[in-house]
């Protein structure tokens, strides 16, 4: 099984990654050629409290607009965060081959005050996530940027649209209104998968 790490954090072992199949990729937190950042290890080193390298952004419009046009083609080149780990999923499944790829579970919704992308600490349960604990109990999260999750969203229908693929949204009630939705009980039926294709 291949395994994807960012390289500027984990795996940075060339023996070990061949040993275990694992493709180092190459982080970049926005696809847009002016106000790409390039993430890279602090100078003055370090872990966070997750037992992750220290990191910085820097702008770099020279590597963010090559990887910005590479980053659903090579993960060991670049790809881009897109504001969502979703976003960076798909790069992954389009990259490995994938002609239609479901989403469930996409609400695109948070409950949340304060500047998007600015760190908060939530000391309680997480409201956001499928689990309370997810960035519950004092973890530190970003706060979500949806208009630019959404614009990621598209760049992401556009390139699987373009090789006559597809990302279908089978989230029931879900506010993601970027991609075609479809019904997950029609899918995944109980007579034994017979319906393989989402209803048009």
Not at 48 to 69: E, F, K, P, Q
Not at 98 to 126: I, M, R
Not at 168 to 192: C, E, I, S
């Amino acid at each position: 099984m291949v395994k994807f790490f960012r390289a500027d954090r984990w795996m940075r072992n060339s023996s070990f990654n061949a040993r275990h199949n694992v493709v180092p990729v190459r982080s970049v937190s926005l696809c847009n050629a002016t106000t790409c950042r390039l993430a890279v290890p602090h100078p003055a080193g370090g872990m966070d409290s997750l037992g992750h390298r220290l990191m910085r952004y820097v702008n770099d419009t020279r590597v963010c607009a090559s990887a910005c046009r590479a980053c659903f083609c090579d993960p060991s080149k670049a790809y881009v965060e897109g504001n969502t780990v979703t976003f960076a999923s798909l790069q992954l499944l389009y990259y490995l081959g994938c002609q239609k790829v479901y989403l469930v579970g996409v609400d695109h919704a948070f409950v949340q005050s304060g500047l998007q992308n600015s760190a908060q600490t939530l000391e309680g349960d997480d409201p956001n996530h499928f689990s309370a604990a997810y960035f519950g109990g004092g973890q530190t999260w970003d706060l979500a940027d949806l208009e630019s999750s959404e614009t990621h969203y598209r760049l992401a229908k556009e390139r699987f649209q373009a090789d006559g693929r597809e990302v279908v949204d089978l989230t029931m009630g879900g506010r993601l209104n970027v991609f075609r939705k479809a019904d997950y009980r029609q899918l995944f039926r109980k007579d034994g998968g017979t319906a393989r294709h989402a209803p048009a």
